[in-house]
């Protein structure tokens, strides 16, 4: 069964740093490109970054470029999102998803239709 788990949310100051991590289960992630979006209450989910599996390229959103890094470690199945000088417009519920196809990420990988596989997410807040 695949799954994928979204933890390392919290509340956090402006300025401030979390590292999101994305647990994969049921597939090894090493072969999949994986994306992390966020949505607030109202909006549509946002597209924020994405890595490939094969020469690790990554890609990110304008609004977080130069602020967040994603990662991957494969001999733990996970995927990271290290995110460093946070501003209260990067408050949302942020998830991982794939869809376990190509393993490089697409040039929509910002589009959520994209993906067949969604983590629960996980609750950032930057807030004073």
């Known amino acids: 069964q695949v799954q994928l788990v979204e933890s390392g949310g919290g509340l956090v100051q402006p300025g401030g740093s979390l590292r999101l991590s994305c647990a994969a289960s049921g597939f090894t992630l090493d072969y999949y490109a994986i994306a992390w979006f966020r949505q607030v209450p109202g909006k549509e989910r946002e597209g924020v970054s994405c890595v490939s599996s094969s020469d690790g390229s990554t890609y990110y959103a304008d609004s977080v470029k130069g602020r967040f890094t994603i990662s991957r470690d494969n001999a733990k199945n996970t995927v990271y999102l290290q995110m460093n000088s946070l501003k209260p417009e990067d408050t949302a519920v942020y998830y991982c998803?794939?869809?376990?196809?190509?393993?490089?990420?697409?040039?929509?990988?910002?589009?959520?239709?994209?993906?067949?596989?969604w983590g629960q997410g996980t609750q950032v807040t930057v807030s004073s």
């Open positions: 998803a794939t869809d376990l196809g190509p393993p490089d990420c697409s040039g929509s990988y910002y589009r959520p239709n994209e993906y067949d596989y």
